[in-house]
């Protein structure tokens, strides 16, 4: 039997994945990603919009409680924890980038951490559980994106992740629920209901919601279709269901279930170096290659013998802004990313401080400085390019260009390099126990019996009864 539906089909595929469809690739990868987005998302729990969501958040009140990650203080019912844990892992817009453009992992993880809290005692949620749902949200986002042309490109009108990071939250939430195919169905049609966001918003303290919203709205359309609640039925097949997003909408099938392959197999993700939009990372490695010109004994720039910067990019227009003002907008400027490189060298998370935004300096080179768009520089995270050119008062030109920065999925981050940016994320907010734990539990994650251990070190648990449950997991072959 094949189904007559797209929608269909994708129901069939989310109730039928199981642990065994997984690939040693598929899981390494997944592993990192998770890792990562839980040392972003731990990081960003000392942003002020993180604060703000908190905030708000702490007005609802249920039997049910998860954890607020970084804070074992209080607690909060599960879409209010995977709402503001999402918000977290976006706050500083330091999460994973997939291609086609999304960022597919800040909208799973805290849906699926939040509701395995609250499941029955008696069900217990492995290791293996978390990973086999965590990809299934994170295949079903992906799979949505290649239904259009214009989702390969950065995108203009809508942010990607309030579309199908919504859909792949709720695909994972009814998957880890074990829901059956008619609800997978109806979960899906659910979902699409609460999805897009504006990308006017992007650079702006609202975009984190984005992601927030994806994972709790997802994680409600699961609840929902678990009390019966239906949808349209046919909800990825029609062009006022999910292509009402797109203009060139073209749903397709699934591999079948007897061979399946994922995306992920396929497709590796890009992990940051820096917090802010990937498109500066380009933009960061040619200029920090260019310095070493321009540098003179005591490793400073002389900025005053500088006349002119150009900075050839593709045209994006919300990564185009001269003179940020906020650390939202420095996030999402190529020239403060340019300028930022050429003065220190490197981008950090203090780069985007007020102290640094604001320096003189700074504010010198970005008035020198121009973007370019060359026809041939496409706005496409899988093949653009920028080259950073320098002119002097006396008329030397310097140029470097950078076609893959380091942390791209063409050249990803050294394992030690991606533990290195989990522990220094981490550390700020966690004790070193509980850092080393989470890197631990992580790495052994397929082994790992119940996924409590996850839930307690996140919130700051010292405990060495759930260090050695962890270690005993960790050494079973």
């Given at each position: 039997?094949?189904?007559?539906?797209?929608?269909?089909?994708?129901?069939?595929?989310?109730?039928?994945?199981?642990?065994?469809?997984?690939?040693?690739?598929?899981?390494?990868?997944?592993?990192?990603?998770?890792?990562?987005?839980?040392?972003?998302?731990?990081?960003?729990?000392?942003?002020?919009?993180?604060?703000?969501?908190?905030?708000?958040?702490?007005?609802?009140?249920?039997?049910?409680?998860?954890?607020?990650?970084?804070?074992?203080?209080?607690?909060?019912?599960?879409?209010?924890?995977?709402?503001?844990?999402?918000?977290?892992?976006?706050?500083?817009?330091?999460?994973?980038?997939?291609?086609?453009?999304?960022?597919?992992?800040?909208?799973?993880?805290?849906?699926?951490?939040?509701?395995?809290?609250?499941?029955?005692?008696?069900?217990?949620?492995?290791?293996?559980?978390?990973?086999?749902?965590?990809?299934?949200?994170?295949?079903?986002?992906?799979?949505?994106?290649?239904?259009?042309?214009?989702?390969?490109?950065?995108?203009?009108?809508?942010?990607?992740?309030?579309?199908?990071?919504?859909?792949?939250?709720?695909?994972?939430?009814?998957?880890?629920?074990?829901?059956?195919?008619?609800?997978?169905?109806?979960?899906?049609?659910?979902?699409?209901?609460?999805?897009?966001?504006?990308?006017?918003?992007?650079?702006?303290?609202?975009?984190?919601?984005?992601?927030?919203?994806?994972?709790?709205?997802?994680?409600?359309?699961?609840?929902?279709?678990?009390?019966?609640?239906?949808?349209?039925?046919?909800?990825?097949?029609?062009?006022?269901?999910?292509?009402?997003?797109?203009?060139?909408?073209?749903?397709?099938?699934?591999?079948?279930?007897?061979?399946?392959?994922?995306?992920?197999?396929?497709?590796?993700?890009?992990?940051?170096?820096?917090?802010?939009?990937?498109?500066?990372?380009?933009?960061?490695?040619?200029?920090?290659?260019?310095?070493?010109?321009?540098?003179?004994?005591?490793?400073?720039?002389?900025?005053?013998?500088?006349?002119?910067?150009?900075?050839?990019?593709?045209?994006?227009?919300?990564?185009?802004?001269?003179?940020?003002?906020?650390?939202?907008?420095?996030?999402?400027?190529?020239?403060?990313?340019?300028?930022?490189?050429?003065?220190?060298?490197?981008?950090?998370?203090?780069?985007?401080?007020?102290?640094?935004?604001?320096?003189?300096?700074?504010?010198?080179?970005?008035?020198?400085?121009?973007?370019?768009?060359?026809?041939?520089?496409?706005?496409?995270?899988?093949?653009?390019?920028?080259?950073?050119?320098?002119?002097?008062?006396?008329?030397?030109?310097?140029?470097?260009?950078?076609?893959?920065?380091?942390?791209?999925?063409?050249?990803?981050?050294?394992?030690?390099?991606?533990?290195?940016?989990?522990?220094?994320?981490?550390?700020?907010?966690?004790?070193?126990?509980?850092?080393e734990g989470i890197i631990e539990t992580v790495d052994n994650l397929e082994k790992v019996e119940d996924c409590f251990v996850l839930s307690a070190f996140l919130k700051g648990t010292q405990s060495t009864k759930v260090l050695s449950k962890i270690v005993k997991h960790s050494n079973n072959p």
């Open positions: 039997f094949f189904p007559q539906t797209v929608t269909e089909n994708f129901a069939n595929v989310i109730h039928g994945l199981n642990a065994s469809h997984l690939t040693d690739l598929v899981i390494q990868r997944s592993k990192r990603m998770i890792l990562d987005t839980l040392g972003v998302g731990l990081l960003g729990t000392s942003t002020e919009v993180f604060h703000k969501v908190i905030q708000y958040s702490k007005i609802y009140h249920s039997d049910a409680s998860s954890t607020v990650w970084g804070h074992s203080d209080f607690r909060l019912p599960p879409l209010y924890a995977a709402f503001v844990n999402g918000v977290a892992v976006h706050s500083m817009d330091f999460d994973d980038t997939w291609h086609p453009a999304t960022h597919p992992s800040g909208a799973v993880l805290p849906a699926l951490l939040a509701l395995s809290e609250v499941l029955p005692q008696k069900q217990k949620f492995s290791g293996l559980d978390l990973l086999l749902a965590f990809n299934v949200g994170i295949e079903v986002q992906g799979r949505l994106m290649c239904f259009s042309n214009e989702a390969s490109y950065v995108p203009k009108r809508f942010h990607p992740p309030s579309v199908v990071g919504t859909i792949g939250s709720a695909a994972a939430t009814a998957k880890l629920l074990a829901l059956d195919q008619f609800k997978c169905k109806a979960a899906l049609a659910v979902a699409a209901s609460y999805a897009g966001a504006p990308m006017a918003n992007a650079a702006t303290q609202t975009k984190p919601l984005h992601i927030g919203n994806a994972a709790r709205h997802g994680l409600e359309a699961t609840c929902l279709t678990s009390l019966g609640l239906q949808g349209n039925k046919q909800i990825l097949d029609m062009e006022s269901g999910l292509g009402a997003f797109y203009t060139d909408y073209n749903p397709r099938f699934l591999p079948t279930l007897q061979s399946y392959s994922w995306l992920l197999d396929q497709q590796d993700v890009a992990i940051k170096r820096f917090p802010a939009h990937l498109g500066t990372h380009w933009v960061a490695d040619a200029a920090s290659s260019l310095r070493k010109y321009l540098v003179e004994s005591d490793d400073s720039v002389p900025f005053s013998r500088i006349k002119k910067i150009v900075v050839k990019v593709p045209d994006v227009r919300y990564v185009n802004r001269p003179f940020p003002n906020s650390e939202h907008e420095a996030r999402h400027s190529f020239q403060f990313a340019a300028c930022t490189a050429l003065l220190d060298g490197s981008i950090s998370i203090q780069s985007f401080s007020e102290q640094n935004i604001s320096r003189p300096e700074l504010k010198e080179l970005l008035s020198k400085t121009k973007l370019e768009h060359p026809a041939d520089n496409k706005p496409s995270f899988d093949n653009l390019y920028c080259e950073v050119n320098v002119t002097l008062q006396d008329g030397k030109v310097f140029s470097e260009r950078c076609d893959t920065f380091y942390g791209h999925w063409r050249k990803p981050l050294s394992t030690e390099d991606l533990k290195k940016k989990f522990h220094s994320n981490a550390s700020s907010v966690l004790s070193v126990e509980a850092t």
